[in-house]
């Protein structure tokens, strides 16, 4: 069973950077396609980024620009750069593998002034 473990979040003023790490375990991590996503107060859980076995990325048009997504096969850790960010993205951020399996407990990204 797949265990992920998110951390690095936290408060920022809007125009700010935070770099997301999240570690799995009991799983072939090398062969997953893994992603981050967030979900904002009151609203449902979307797909931010993600990244295949092979490398290709795919963002959500919001952060194309600002967050670039990356993998450590041999560390089983996906990465999050997020750049400039703004107020709305704000939420508590998760990975997972695509499709989704258990959920961890997320880290929280708060941006405000």
């Known amino acids: 069973q797949v265990q992920l473990v998110e951390s690095g979040g936290g408060l920022v003023q809007p125009g700010g950077s935070l770099r997301l790490s999240c570690v799995a375990s009991?799983?072939?991590?090398?062969?997953?396609?893994m992603a981050w996503y967030r979900q904002a107060p009151g609203k449902q859980r979307e797909l931010v980024a993600l990244?295949?076995?092979?490398?290709?990325?795919n963002y959500l048009d919001s952060v194309k620009g600002r967050f670039t997504i990356s993998r450590d096969n041999a560390k089983n850790t996906v990465f999050l750069q997020m750049n400039s960010l703004k107020p709305e993205d704000t939420g508590v951020y998760y990975c997972?593998?695509?499709?989704?399996?258990?959920w961890g407990q997320g880290t929280q990204v708060t941006v405000s002034s």
């Open positions: 009991g799983t072939v991590f090398s062969h997953l396609v």
């Open positions: 990244i295949t076995s092979g490398g290709t990325r």
């Open positions: 997972n593998q695509l499709p989704s399996g258990p």
